[in-house]
């Protein structure tokens, strides 16, 4: 089988010939058919955990269809159309895990990262333990279910879990790999939903995808824009950029949240008084376990929220994921193996 490795942090994608390995006990082996790109990917690009063994293979967006299993695996047949996301699996024991802290569980050997802890679908193979597996439903192909994996259930998990209701004001903020997923989600969801990106150039299509309202915030101030529409009992943070989220917090309504699910390094400046007088408050939300991408595959499935992607062969990975990394990509960047 052809995998794209990576033999060092920092090192360069390498497109290998590995023998078609075998599931261990409790684990599956499937055949990739499509795996998104996600900005994910870049913690096994450039080693940002300490406990990653290379050479490894990222991916953890992966659609595909059992084709082995392992001893000890009843629930899961071959044949079967699945999808692999990044984090799951829960001891069930300790305070952490009861409360979703999986990072700090007492048992992390029964977690799993895919593409980290074990190899991902940048591959034509890979073998996940059962924990990690959805049913992908019939009406979503691969490459529509491969995105859902992270860029999905983050934002649908995110919205879900926000305290919002039908008819509340929920903002996305960014119209990018995740935004144009928050954007339908959110109007699935029956929220009153307004999408704020930069340049009006993108208001005919936040309108497309589910959008009441847009606003442009090169040319308007957003959050006074969202305090004349009432404020935002939600705002759901999808850019890489802290600023960008400090800018719009004032839109927040009384009780309103700012969800951020938008990786980046800038800090987020919240004033004090903002927050305490109005009862605001700033959190984040990771993604979710594989019950929340089964959630995730069966609710896009059942109301029409798809991923906008550009399609690549495995062979042109490098190309798909500096495109994907510069911001060029429009909207998820996905792998195909042609299989």
Not at 3 to 28: L, T
């Amino acid at each position: 089988m052809r995998s794209v490795q990576v033999s060092k942090p920092n090192g360069p994608f390498e497109i290998v010939e590995r023998k078609i390995p075998e599931p261990g006990d409790g684990k599956v082996r499937i055949k990739v058919q499509a795996c998104g790109i996600c900005h994910g990917d870049s913690v096994t690009k450039l080693g940002l955990f300490p406990d990653i063994k290379y050479p490894r293979v990222p991916g953890h967006e992966i659609a595909g269809v059992i084709d082995a299993v392992g001893n000890d695996v009843a629930e899961w047949k071959i044949g079967q159309r699945v999808g692999v996301g990044w984090v799951g699996g829960s001891c069930g024991y300790c305070e952490s895990c009861r409360r979703g802290d999986f990072v700090t569980c007492h048992f992390t050997q029964v977690h799993y990262s895919t593409g980290i802890s074990f190899d991902g679908g940048y591959s034509d193979y890979v073998i996940t333990p059962t924990q990690a597996l959805a049913t992908i439903p019939d009406k979503l192909s691969a490459i529509e279910a491969a995105p859902l994996m992270c860029a999905g259930v983050t934002t649908y998990n995110a919205l879900r879990n926000s305290g919002a209701r039908d008819g509340d004001l929920v903002a996305i903020l960014g119209i990018g790999g995740l935004g144009h997923l928050g954007i339908q989600f959110a109007a699935k969801m029956g929220f009153d939903t307004v999408a704020v990106g930069r340049g009006k150039d993108k208001e005919e299509l936040a309108k497309k995808l589910g959008a009441r309202e847009y606003i442009d915030s090169r040319s308007q101030n957003a959050s006074e824009e969202l305090t004349k529409l009432g404020g935002a009992k939600v705002i759901l943070g999808t850019v890489p950029s802290g600023k960008a989220m400090s800018a719009i917090l004032g839109g927040l309504d009384v009780n309103g949240k700012l969800i951020v699910i938008g990786a980046s390094d800038e800090p987020i400046e919240a004033p004090p008084t903002l927050l305490l007088m109005g009862r605001r408050s700033l959190v984040g939300w990771p993604g979710g376990t594989s019950m929340d991408s089964q959630d995730t595959l069966s609710f896009s499935a059942l109301s029409g929220v798809r991923s906008m992607n550009e399609i690549f062969p495995l062979e042109r990975a490098t190309e798909a994921y500096e495109r994907m990394m510069s911001g060029k990509v429009r909207f998820r960047a996905v792998l195909t193996t042609g299989r």
